[in-house]
């Protein structure tokens, strides 16, 4: 039988309903009846809306597209919608406001009786070594922050005092090498500018890097003895990692600058997928010299890492909101009654994180520094990164 709802093509784009009258503005997929024309104006609409009203009024229809089974969206983009990339809708999301959240949520005390079911969840789930930690008994912790920053036993991670460089923290090895062409790579295949992460120079008066001639490269700034070269290596903290970082190797800070950023999530895969992570996360750049020139230690935040604590720099406040981002601020440890700046030992405690994030060296070394690492290895803090 012919059902009254049925339609036949005309052969002319247009359709005709079995009751004889013609739909010719419709865009027909299966059961989804698009009306075309409508949908264009409609269209025609939002562009002339603003930028910022636009970007609200497409956003929930782009999640619905990533979301919906089968393409269910898909037709709209023959009357001209696109949907945001999946980065950019990534990016729209208010990370800096929610780890905020979170890092309140984190302080609040727990009951004595549900900390032990809570923080067992949480070692479950990361495959957390609480042998390690200084406090086994998990009572002691009276609130999610002060587990996640828990201290270990002193024995628990021995300092390799053999080779120059260690690692400042635990965490998995995403790349390691030599940097060249002023980039640096944030994993296998993906790169990142050397400027645009440290940021510029600083004023003549109060430089964080060595003054640079109009014709050498960013990375020729930072090399001060001939013979040297320049070398990276990138660490990542998972969430069940000892959150403490520490400094890998004898050397002197001079200077902090700030980058008040976004907080997207740091883990491997989606350092691959988003071009220059790191330069538009939050991040703590520490500078300074060791016996081989310029070193540099960068802490960067990420998703519920808000929280990054120099431990002798009492003036940092990262994810506040009065910091907005793109910007940064520089803050020197040379005064006239400290004309050095703050000496660190290697593997003294330097700063912490909250939950989990990234470390970045960056370092002046002579040619035949070597590294004694493989790209995916895990590694503790005090273990040996490379040597002369």
Known sequence: MRGTGSMRSTGSGSWRSWDGTFRPNSLVTGRLHFPQLALRRRLGQLSCMSR????????????????????????????????????????????????????????????????RPVYSLYIWTFGVNMKEAAVEDL?????????????????????CGLHSVISPSDGKILSFGQVKNSEVEQVKGVTYSLESFLGPRASPGDPPFPPATSHSSFRNQLVTREGNELYHCVIYLAPGDYHCFHSPTDWTVSHRRHFPGSLMSVNPGMARWIKELFCHNERVVLTGDWK?????????????????????????????????????????????????GIPMRKG?????????????LIFEAPKDFNFKLKAGQKIRFGEALGSL
């Open 139 to 159: 009572h002691h912790y009276r609130n999610l922050s002060e587990f996640f920053r828990r201290k270990l036993k002193p024995q628990a991670r021995p300092v």
């Open 52 to 115: 910022p009203a636009l970007k609200l009024r497409s956003w929930p229809l782009t999640v619905l597209y990533y979301l919906l089974p089968f393409g269910a969206l898909r037709p709209l983009s023959r009357v001209g919608w696109r949907p945001v990339s999946r980065v950019a809708l990534y990016k729209s999301v208010p990370t800096r406001l929610l780890s905020r959240a979170w890092g309140r949520l984190n302080q609040v005390e727990l009951p004595h009786w549900l900390r």
């Open 292 to 340: 081989h020139g310029f070193f540099s230690l960068t802490a960067v935040g990420a998703t519920n890492v808000g929280s990054i604590r120099i431990y002798f720099d009492r003036d940092l406040h990262t994810n506040s909101p009065r910091y907005s981002k793109g910007s940064y601020n520089d803050f020197s440890f040379v005064t006239h009654a400290n004309k050095e």
């Open 348 to 360: 003294e405690h330097l700063g912490e994180f909250n939950l989990g994030s990234t470390i970045v």
